[in-house]
């Protein structure tokens, strides 16, 4: 059975195009899973639109979005996801930050208001395709089939984020970012997500070496990622979530230090393709 994974943008914070974030990309969060018959899509960052041309040209009709939060990085590519514009589709779109924190709103009224004046000209309500939205707790577990199951955590990250593990089959895929570590001390909801997964999606915003600037802005480290994997007997680690300004040449760095650390540690990039099978 198939367990497909395809990254469609890794960068954090901002979209980055330009000449200096060619190798590795510029897309904002947007990740897809396929396995079991499930197509999962983990945030809708910028990296979003391209996915959505490509289920139009494979003719997938539908798919379910879980998302680790609502900072805009991470929500920004949903109104140019144009799939969701057509009649004929289907998604449900599910997230379980804003029920463990001060949010008063769920997740579609978030989703709406992001398309709402004065922020974007074009209403929710033009959305033609079938669009259901489901709030839980991050902590919660639930099956998308009855092969493909989900466990979540909440995560360490201003207004809540949720970390997700997708197993199907006897592969795991944990999806780990927007997320703060203590230095020194590992974050033990992390380490019992993770714990034996094939593949780790992780936080990799810093460097070890930048984070004491950083500390409170929600974000962890390479360093921290390969710490926690090692530590969960993970097989392979992504390095996800890139800083803005850590351009081509810098990520080349990170990863060349990060496989010399632990060879199952690899930076995504925009398009790259990893097969759990």
């Given at each position: 059975?198939?367990?497909?994974?395809?990254?469609?943008?890794?960068?954090?914070?901002v979209p980055c195009p330009?000449?200096?974030?060619?190798?590795?990309?510029?897309?904002?969060?947007?990740?897809?899973?396929?396995?079991?018959?499930?197509?999962?899509?983990?945030?809708a960052g910028t990296g979003?639109?391209?996915?959505?041309?490509?289920?139009?040209?494979?003719?997938v009709t539908s798919a379910?979005?879980?998302?680790?939060?609502?900072?805009?990085?991470?929500?920004?590519?949903?109104?140019?996801?144009?799939?969701?514009?057509?009649?004929?589709?289907?998604?449900?779109?599910?997230?379980?930050?804003?029920?463990?924190?001060?949010?008063?709103?769920?997740?579609?009224?978030?989703?709406?208001?992001?398309?709402?004046?004065?922020?974007?000209?074009?209403?929710?309500?033009?959305?033609?395709?079938?669009?259901?939205?489901?709030?839980?707790?991050?902590?919660?577990?639930?099956?998308?089939?009855?092969?493909?199951?989900?466990?979540?955590?909440?995560?360490?990250?201003?207004?809540?984020?949720?970390?997700?593990?997708?197993?199907?089959?006897?592969?795991?895929?944990?999806?780990?970012?927007?997320?703060?570590?203590?230095?020194?001390?590992?974050?033990?909801?992390?380490?019992?997500?993770?714990?034996?997964?094939?593949?780790?999606?992780?936080?990799?915003?810093?460097?070890?070496?930048?984070?004491?600037?950083?500390?409170?802005?929600?974000?962890?480290?390479?360093?921290?990622?390969?710490?926690?994997?090692?530590?969960?007997?993970?097989?392979?680690?992504?390095?996800?979530?890139?800083?803005?300004?850590?351009?081509?040449?810098?990520?080349?760095?990170?990863?060349?230090?990060?496989?010399?650390?632990?060879?199952?540690?690899?930076?995504?990039?925009?398009?790259?393709?990893?097969?759990?099978?």
């Amino acid at each position: 059975m198939s367990f497909k994974v395809k990254f469609w943008g890794v960068r954090g914070s901002v979209p980055c195009p330009g000449p200096d974030h060619l190798t590795y990309g510029g897309n904002t969060s947007c990740i897809e899973v396929a396995m079991g018959g499930e197509r999962v899509i983990l945030d809708a960052g910028t990296g979003i639109r391209n996915l959505g041309k490509w289920l139009m040209r494979k003719h997938v009709t539908s798919a379910t979005i879980l998302l680790s939060h609502t900072h805009w990085d991470h929500i920004c590519g949903l109104p140019f996801f144009r799939p969701a514009f057509l009649p004929g589709y289907s998604f449900k779109i599910m997230a379980g930050h804003l029920q463990n924190g001060k949010a008063a709103r769920g997740i579609a009224d978030v989703i709406a208001g992001q398309m709402s004046d004065p922020f974007f000209p074009v209403p929710i309500e033009a959305m033609k395709a079938s669009l259901s939205f489901v709030d839980f707790r991050a902590g919660e577990s639930f099956d998308l089939s009855p092969r493909v199951h989900v466990r979540t955590t909440p995560l360490n990250h201003p207004d809540g984020s949720t970390g997700y593990r997708l197993s199907h089959a006897g592969k795991s895929l944990c999806y780990v970012t927007d997320t703060e570590h203590v230095p020194g001390h590992a974050d033990e909801k992390v380490l019992s997500l993770i714990e034996g997964a094939d593949l780790v999606i992780y936080d990799a915003t810093y460097t070890d070496k930048e984070f004491p600037a950083k500390a409170g802005w929600g974000h962890s480290t390479w360093e921290e990622g390969i710490r926690l994997c090692r530590a969960a007997d993970v097989k392979r680690l992504a390095i996800f979530h890139h800083d803005p300004d850590h351009e081509d040449r810098v990520m080349e760095a990170i990863e060349a230090n990060a496989m010399a650390v632990w060879g199952g540690a690899f930076v995504a990039r925009d398009n790259m393709r990893v097969n759990l099978d």
